[in-house]
C-alpha cells in the first residue's frame, strides 16, 4: 500500500502519494502557480512519491505509478500533454 494524505487550505488541495527514504531529484509537471501542478520525487528514473495541486481524481494515478516501482521515462513524466493514465502502473 502506498501512503496517502490530502489538505484542502482555502481554495486549495494538495494531494501526496509515497513516503521516500531516499530520491536524487524531483520533476515537475506543469506551471507551479496554476491548477494542476504536480511534482515527482524519483530515485534514479523511479518515481517514488509524488505531489498535486488541485488536481482530484489524479491521486488515483498517481498511487499506481509510484506503487509500480518502475523506471519511467522523465520527458513523459514532466509533459502535461502525457495523460497520467498512460504511464506505467503497477500490475493488477
Same mark, same amino acid.
Given at each position: 500500500?502506498?501512503?496517502?494524505?490530502?489538505?484542502?487550505? #482555502?481554495?486549495? @488541495? *494538495? $494531494? #501526496?502519494?509515497?513516503?521516500? *527514504?531516499?530520491? &536524487? =531529484?524531483?520533476?515537475? !509537471?506543469? &506551471?507551479?502557480?496554476?491548477? /494542476?501542478? @504536480?511534482?515527482?520525487? *524519483?530515485? /534514479? $528514473?523511479?518515481?517514488?512519491?509524488?505531489?498535486?495541486?488541485?488536481?482530484? /481524481?489524479?491521486? $488515483?494515478?498517481? !498511487?499506481?505509478?509510484?506503487?509500480?516501482? !518502475?523506471?519511467?521515462? @522523465?520527458? =513523459?513524466? /514532466?509533459?502535461?500533454?502525457?495523460? *497520467?493514465?498512460?504511464?506505467? =502502473?503497477?500490475?493488477?
Amino acid at each position: 500500500m502506498v501512503p496517502y494524505f490530502f489538505s484542502t487550505q #482555502y481554495d486549495s @488541495t *494538495l $494531494e #501526496y502519494v509515497g513516503h521516500p *527514504l531516499h530520491w &536524487d =531529484r524531483v520533476i515537475t !509537471r506543469g &506551471d507551479p502557480d496554476a491548477p /494542476g501542478f @504536480t511534482a515527482f520525487w *524519483l530515485d /534514479g $528514473e523511479t518515481p517514488v512519491a509524488a505531489m498535486t495541486l488541485d488536481n482530484w /481524481g489524479a491521486a $488515483e494515478h498517481l !498511487r499506481a505509478l509510484v506503487a509500480a516501482a !518502475r523506471p519511467t521515462d @522523465t520527458g =513523459r513524466l /514532466g509533459d502535461p500533454g502525457v495523460p *497520467l493514465p498512460a504511464l506505467p =502502473r503497477a500490475a493488477a
